[in-house]
């Protein structure tokens, strides 16, 4: 918890879930992430970044290629996919699920991925600060926590003033691709960047077509069984 006082003030968009991990997963952090896992110096709390760190992407990955920043990767499979498919691009996964990160480079070393890295952080905090100002091609955000309870709703990750921050970190004609299976949020999502200055949508019609770069997950069928409809959204930064 951070201190009275410290950098976190606005409330994070996240329930920080660890858990036990498998033998497999603790291997995984003690061998794989010297690799793929970027050390971020913190501020407040275990997931905040400390103002003045920063991810320089030519240094991580040895070359300059476009980046695509997928936010809540999960246990990785949309990433995992897309670096095996598309080597020519970087990949960077931001993520709070211990386990899940544990996942992603265990299925990383499996398929002999060189261009992705991890980041075990606040969402927020790696968009405002951490990434260099247009750095990313690509921000995806597929199926954020939808808070589903209305009081809770305050801690939706994409609210006014979201624009902002992802705006910061995409360059000019970069997109900000969007996914969710809960209706009012999809709204909401609409309804929030529609508004932004740094965005423009990219679609036409009610919803955008779904990403063909989106794997479909177990996450998502589990949505899709329970009747509920998967909206798409796709969002082109506009020029500074």
């Given at each position: 918890m951070a201190e009275p006082g410290t950098r976190r003030q606005a409330p994070v968009s996240f329930v920080r879930r660890g858990g036990r991990m498998s033998d497999a997963q603790e291997r995984a952090w003690r061998e794989l992430a010297p690799t793929y896992?970027?050390?971020?110096?913190r501020d407040a709390a275990h997931t905040s970044v400390h103002p003045d760190a920063r991810f320089i992407p030519e240094e991580e990955y040895g070359r300059s290629a476009p980046l695509v920043v997928e936010i809540g990767s999960g246990q990785g499979h949309a990433i995992i996919h897309a670096s095996t498919t598309r080597r020519d691009v970087d990949f960077l996964a931001v993520e709070v699920y211990h386990g899940g990160l544990a996942r992603t480079m265990l299925e990383a070393y499996k398929a002999d991925v060189t261009n992705l890295r991890l980041i075990?952080?606040?969402?927020?905090?790696?968009?405002?600060?951490?990434?260099?100002?247009g750095s990313a091609d690509e921000i995806w955000i597929f199926f954020p926590d939808p808070w589903h309870k209305?009081?809770?709703?305050?801690?939706?990750m994409i609210s006014p003033g979201?624009?902002?921050i992802a705006g910061r970190a995409l360059r000019d004609g970069g997109v900000l691709r969007l996914a969710t299976d809960w209706e009012d949020y999809a709204l909401?999502?609409?309804e929030v960047l529609d508004a932004e200055p740094e965005f423009q949508r990219a679609f036409a019609g009610d919803?955008?077509?779904?990403?063909?770069g989106r794997v479909m997950?177990?996450?998502?069928?589990?949505?899709?069984?329970?009747?509920r409809d998967i909206r798409d959204l796709a969002y082109?930064?506009?020029?500074?």
């Open positions: 896992v970027h050390d971020v110096p075990e952080a606040n969402a927020p905090e790696v968009l405002e600060t951490l990434l260099p100002e209305k009081r809770h709703h305050k801690r939706r979201f624009g902002r909401q999502m609409r919803w955008a077509e779904r990403f063909e997950t177990a996450f998502e069928r589990k949505g899709i069984d329970k009747g082109t930064r506009v020029p500074r």
